[in-house]
């Protein structure tokens, strides 16, 4: 069955320090990719996406993932974090063929000022 | 542009009763899904339909929840009799044809007691 692994449960980061969540899938076909994040006490909200092409993806508020095919992997990343990048991230994946969007376990992530 | 609007927001009622969420997807877009979040075990995909049609619910948890769609732009959930572990926040999100992406509503948080 299709899954999604985010290994980091909880991360707390110092203002301006570089973030990078870990996504890994298990299916072996054909996916698209997301990233999702949740503000406290709000819906989620999309951060980016991977279709298809330049595996390198560029997001909102700084963020970007890359694809890496061989490796199953979707990480998430940010050079200098804000307090305000404070909320839980889930990384999500959906095979071509379905709509089916298959949510990790999510990611909390505190930063402090 | 109006979003993914759910109700009730908050809704708290005493075990054994019944309850429905309600949805109204984004104009336009084909696929309606159903969440349940929880600390314990995340975002976990109730049931989702396309076109009206429910595609998969094996993410039902018993046979005291139930979905419709009666139409392309609402749909319900609802739980009879509902239980102290039904208490979760209760997400809807729609998704336009051909993306994967989805756009949720603020979700509506229930207390049973």
């Known amino acids: 069955a299709q899954s999604v692994s985010q290994h980091n449960h909880h991360v707390i980061l110092s203002e301006a320090a570089s973030l990078e969540l870990g996504c890994n899938y298990s299916?072996?076909?054909?996916?698209?990719l997301f990233w999702y994040v949740q503000y406290p006490g709000q819906h989620l909200q999309l951060l980016l996406k991977?279709?298809?092409?330049?595996?390198l993806v560029k997001g909102i508020k700084g963020f970007e993932a890359e694809f890496i095919k061989s490796k199953f992997s979707f990480n998430l990343r940010k050079p200098s974090v804000q307090w305000s990048d404070t909320a839980e991230y889930f990384c999500?994946?959906?095979?071509?063929?379905?709509?089916?969007?298959?949510f990790g376990t999510g990611t909390r992530l505190q930063v402090f000022p | 542009d109006a979003g993914v609007i759910q109700s009730p927001r908050h809704e708290v009622t005493e075990m054994g009763q019944e309850v429905t969420l309600r949805c109204k997807p984004i104009?336009?877009?084909?696929?309606l899904f159903w969440y349940r979040q929880t600390m314990m075990r995340g975002l976990e995909l109730l049931i989702y339909?396309?076109?009206?049609?429910?595609?998969?619910d094996s993410g039902m948890p018993e046979d005291r929840f139930s979905a419709k769609m009666p139409n392309a732009s609402f749909s319900t959930l609802k739980i009879q009799p509902s239980e102290p572990r039904d208490s979760a926040v209760y997400f809807c999100?729609?998704?336009?044809?051909?993306?994967?992406?989805?756009?949720f509503g603020e979700g509506s948080r229930l207390t049973v007691l």
């Open positions: 339909f396309n076109n009206n049609v429910p595609i998969d």
């Open positions: 299916y072996g076909g054909t996916v698209n």
């Open positions: 999100a729609s998704s336009p044809p051909a993306t994967g992406e989805l756009f």
């Open positions: 999500a994946v959906n095979r071509r063929d379905t709509d089916k969007l298959i």
């Open positions: 991977y279709f298809s092409g330049d595996p």
């Open positions: 104009s336009g877009h084909n696929s």
